[in-house]
T-cell receptor, first 116, second 112 residues
């Protein structure tokens, strides 16, 4: 158990809909990262928040947005969903802002999103 | 543009033998490399890392080798155990870059 929790575990929805994925980081961790893993793909970095502020942005679509709240939990909002958005979405957390450089990211179990 | 490549989607190894997982990268700025292990229905778990100032890092049964001139790294697991059966992801980053760039993973199966 990494200490990072994600809800829900599974989500099935229809095209055009909007969903919210939730992540609670490990106690004491200030950074939250979101990754998308599509079928047979590696994890693609979407976005990082550090202590409530956006820190780094990756290949995140404009239809997607995220935020980190004062209690440090984070939400990833996916809107106008398309079939291609079906994927595993992972959240990770770390103590500081350095990302993977010398700092371990701890991953949650993921949310599996299926868009029909 | 796949900057980190794991060209073997799967690998089967007999229990007790050596498992060698390979990873290639194209971005010369990468100076820190990591291996993550993933079991089904779980998130990736950090396994071992190596900085570009080293060419080898060892942690128990796991050793990572880095060949900067070839832009290649490998993970050696000796001896392989059934619990090592998982998907292994190689990842890379560089100082000042907060994100990790992952490969597509190699599924390792240890045969008892």
């Amino acid at each position: 158990d990494s200490g990072v929790t994600q809800t829900p575990k599974h989500l099935i929805t229809a095209t055009g809909q909007r969903v919210t994925l939730r992540c609670s980081p490990r106690s004491g961790d200030l950074s939250v990262y979101w990754y998308q893993q599509s079928l047979d793909q590696g994890l693609q970095f979407l976005i990082q928040y550090y202590n409530g502020e956006e820190r780094a942005k990756g290949n995140i679509l404009e239809r997607f947005s995220a935020q980190q709240f004062p209690d440090l939990h984070s939400e990833l909002n996916l809107s106008s969903l398309e079939l291609g958005d079906s994927a595993l979405y992972f959240c990770a957390s770390s103590v500081g802002a350095a990302g993977g450089h010398g700092e371990t990211q701890y991953f949650g179990p993921g949310t599996r999103l299926l868009v029909l | 543009d796949q900057q980190v490549k794991q060209n073997s989607p799967s690998l089967s190894v007999q229990e007790g033998r050596i498992s060698i997982l390979n990873c290639d990268y194209t971005n010369s700025m990468f100076d820190y490399f990591l291996w993550y292990k993933k079991y089904p229905a779980e998130g990736p778990t950090f396994l071992i890392s190596i900085s570009s100032i080293k060419d080898k890092n060892e942690d128990g049964r796991f050793t990572v080798f880095l060949n900067k001139s070839a832009k290649h790294l490998s993970l050696h697991i000796v001896p392989s155990q059934p619990g090592d059966s998982a998907v292994y992801f190689c990842a890379a980053t560089f100082f000042g870059n907060e994100k990790l760039t992952f490969g597509t993973g190699t599924r390792l199966t240890i045969i008892p």
